[in-house]
């Protein structure tokens, strides 16, 4: 069966119900066990809409009142006959989890075509029902949108049924977003009912939920869905924290709520502004509690919701927002505009902060009616993609804005998902694709654009631009001036890349140290795997601090690196980036694809995950070279000169840089990340004393991947 449910009456996670009261208080949750019985033994009558769905009919008339409901009624009767005898683990009759996966969707606004196909989404893979029969009845939409779903066969892909269902499912929903619609409530539903599965099968299903499904419902703007699967994903990962914040937000709740006075305060300022708008108090999810714990410490009353004004026109966003500025005391510092400036997501807010008198900060977000449907149904809320847009809508738009269901970034995940050659290739790029959760528009110098995710760099600029041609990128100009193909961009640059005219030109092998996207890295990784013996040319150097080129303008020779020895003979050897080993560290090598062996520090928190996908581990030894490259992280201070004090203590102690990236101040803190060349691993500790001798900085340390 494609979902499992629990008995109420048994142990597990319990889902959260602060975010579920926020976005359905209206709406009782619905007995499971009541609809499975009226599943049953509701009436059958043909030209009568069942019993078991008219919670459904009636949160879809909330959205859409003309909705014809019959394709409803005709859809439930399919589905219910079709699971008829099939229970779900917690003695439910099946049927009620496509009717919870409905209703989820019909609160959320989905057109009926979606609902139809949700009430179908399991028949094909669960029961004797086949696709032809759901297009025969349903039409081609309904047909298209429940094959999208249906998951492939273990018998068919074995290990591999997992990743490739979800290359299919990303590949339908390149078409039609309503597919991961559809799946994104599945989850949430399954989610909400895991607690009779075996506590390592909650966790498994936790993780790709957190590493696939939250991220893509972020995406997509879904954050009614997002959210709850936040929680959900939490109580089950991290019992301990959740029960934590469980009991902050509890002790909260039975003193005094302070986010009433300040919403009756501003509901008086914008009485008498005559603004009419609706005011309303949004407690913090529990995930959202648990951040802000660990980021401000200590948290007060006001510190657990935040104000949502509801406004009818975008004009009167700014309205209210000038009215809260002139009337309270706002704090400049957390205003936001994402009306003008929406986000990749179709996110639409203005995000304003004001101080009560006792110090309390009270977050504000302003925005219309539709902003907030949005908001909370992201593309759920667009309706079916094939109507024709109206002609205001559509007009003046360009590039990745022109059909909001088909965002940049799902067309590129698109583009590199068809170059991954093998299905794990695929889970792990697609994972740290989507862990890449926000987005910057570049600009050409033909005034197109590039929208590529933050951290970007020239090498992803060149391959997103030129696909595989991007291999002859000799350099690139940044904002006007040359800079280094390594080189980070920010959001609004304008990026000139310089090609070279030689067919024959090649990437360097360094390319890869500054690929941060996954269309680059694997164009680069299938160009080196054709060329194993290729010498590719050095990475470009820009001129500048810790950077330089020898006279005559030739590229200046990679330096060697320690020399690492394998105690039997092998392919080639390299040292993992993750956690860039030098000599004397402690390292581990592991067998990977192509015959080569990747080192690690004992210590780095890949090694389990290497041995969890069962890499054969290999005995290493460093050899008598003791030159390295090694990347540090320092943590500073935001103040001036420091990027040029910095340099001069790493030049002063003999070390080259060969790349180097700067983070945007994050509340005064800075964080640099250099990637350097020693002469000899012994001077490492040295180096680092003296980066931390510089004023300003409190933090030097080895770059060290995150935990797996």
């Not at 039409?139 to 049924?161: F, I, P, S, W």
Request: overall charge negative.
């Amino acid at each position: 069966m494609s979902a499992e449910a629990t008995n109420p009456a048994s142990p597990g996670p319990v889902a959260p119900s602060a975010p579920a009261v926020a976005r359905r208080k209206s709406r009782p949750r619905i007995d499971l066990r009541r609809l499975g019985r009226a599943a049953l033994l509701g009436p059958a009558v043909r030209s009568k809409l069942p019993d078991a769905i008219g919670h459904v009919a009636e949160a879809h008339r909330a959205h859409h009142p003309d909705a014809d409901l019959d394709p409803l009624r005709r859809a439930y009767l399919l589905a219910e006959t079709s699971h008829r005898g099939q229970m779900r683990k917690s003695g439910e009759p099946y049927i009620t989890h496509p009717l919870a996966v409905t209703l989820i969707l019909a609160e959320l606004g989905a057109e009926t075509t979606t609902l139809t196909a949700s009430l179908l989404h399991d028949t094909v893979e669960d029961t004797d029902v086949t696709l032809d029969q759901v297009g025969e009845e349903f039409g081609e939409e309904v047909r298209y949108l429940v094959d999208g779903v249906t998951k492939l066969e273990k018998v068919d892909y074995g290990a591999a049924a997992e990743p490739e269902t979800f290359r299919k499912m990303l590949v339908a929903t390149g078409n039609d977003v309503r597919v991961m619609s559809i799946k994104l409530a599945d989850r949430l539903h399954n989610m909400r009912t895991l607690g009779v599965m075996r506590p390592e099968k909650q966790a498994r299903i936790a993780k790709v939920t957190r590493d696939v499904l939250i991220p893509l419902a972020e995406r997509l703007g879904v954050q009614a869905l997002k959210t709850e699967l936040e929680d959900l994903v939490f109580a089950i990962l991290h019992p301990e924290e959740y029960a934590r914040t469980s009991e902050l937000i509890a002790r909260n709740a039975a003193g005094g709520d302070p986010l009433a006075e300040v919403a009756d305060e501003v509901r008086a300022v914008l009485r008498e502004a005559d603004i009419p708008a609706e005011v309303l108090i949004r407690p913090r999810h529990f995930v959202s509690v648990h951040r802000v714990s660990r980021k401000r410490g200590p948290l007060r009353g006001t510190d657990f919701g935040r104000l949502l004004v509801l406004v009818n026109e975008d004009a009167d966003c700014y309205a209210v927002l000038g009215e809260l500025h002139t009337c309270l005391t706002p704090v400049v510092s957390e205003f936001k505009d994402f009306i003008a400036v929406p986000k990749f997501n179709l996110y639409q807010s203005l995000h304003t902060a004001v101080a009560r008198p006792d110090g309390q900060v009270v977050e504000v977000l302003i925005r219309t009616h539709r902003m907030h449907q949005a908001a909370e149904a992201g593309v759920i809320a667009l309706g079916n993609p094939y109507t024709p847009p109206a002609e205001e809508q559509s007009a003046g738009l360009d590039g990745e804005r022109a059909d909001p269901t088909r965002p940049g970034w799902l067309s590129r995940l698109l583009d590199w998902q068809r170059g991954a050659p093998d299905p794990d290739t695929f889970w792990s790029t697609l994972r740290d694709d989507l862990a890449q959760d926000r987005e910057i528009t570049v600009v050409r110098p033909d005034g197109g654009t590039l929208g590529l995710p933050e951290g970007a760099t020239c090498v992803d600029a060149a391959y997103a631009q030129y696909g595989d041609d991007a291999h002859a990128c000799i350099g690139a100009r940044v904002n006007g001036r040359l800079a280094a193909l390594g080189t980070v961009l920010r959001d609004g640059d304008t990026v000139q890349l310089l090609m070279g005219q030689d067919p024959a030109s090649e990437p360097s092998r360094e390319w890869l140290e500054h690929a941060h996207t996954p269309a680059a890295r694997i164009a680069i990784q299938r160009w080196l795997a054709a060329h194993p013996g290729a010498d590719a040319r050095p990475s470009d150097t820009a001129d500048g601090p810790g950077g330089s080129r020898p006279a005559g303008g030739a590229p200046a020779a990679r330096p060697r690196g320690a020399d690492v020895l394998l105690d039997r003979p092998g392919g080639p050897v390299r040292l993992a980036g993750c956690c860039t080993p030098v000599p004397p560290d402690d390292i581990v090598g592991f067998a990977v694809r192509g015959g080569a062996v990747t080192v690690h520090r004992t210590g780095c928190s890949m090694v389990e995950d290497m041995k969890g996908r069962g890499r054969e581990e290999i005995a290493v030894r460093w050899g008598d070279t003791t030159a390295c490259r090694v990347t540090l992280v320092a943590e500073s201070f935001s103040r001036p000169h420091l990027l040029a004090d910095l340099t001069e203590a790493i030049a002063v102690e003999g070390a080259e840089i060969v790349s180097a990236t700067v983070e945007s101040p994050n509340q005064q803190r800075v964080r640099h990340t250099y990637t350097l060349q020693l002469p000899d691993a012994a001077e490492l500790p040295a180096l680092m004393r003296a980066m931390r001798d510089v004023p300003g900085v409190y933090d030097v340390s080895r770059v060290q991947a995150p935990a797996a």
